[in-house]
């Protein structure tokens, strides 16, 4: 019973996910507001404009791959938990190493 308490992996720790996702989102948000508001400040047509636009719109397509960058973070805790679950069985008789 001792080893099997030993040998016990702890709960995975989600926090890293989450703080990383509420950081993306807001540093897409907050930079995408200040690119369009530089944009609005300037004359259409100037080299100023033409920048902070191209960069507001790189700044959206990058946000609208925000829930593929969601789905694959979770898709990587589920297969770490799944790889935990069952991946520390010995092969034993067919001579390999056992775990």
Known sequence: MRSLLKNKTGAVDLTDLA?????LG??????????INVRDTNDSGT???????DAAVGLAEY???????VIVGI?????????????RR???AAGGATY
């Open 19 to 23: 703080i990383s996702i509420v950081v």
């Open 75 to 87: 898709a990587a805790v589920l297969l770490s938990l799944i790889f935990m679950a069952f991946g």
């Open 26 to 35: 807001i540093v897409v948000s907050v930079g995408a507001t200040i690119l």
């Open 63 to 69: 946000g609208n791959w925000f829930k593929i960058i």
């Open 90 to 92: 010995g092969v034993g």
């Open 47 to 53: 080299v100023a404009y033409n920048v902070s636009n």
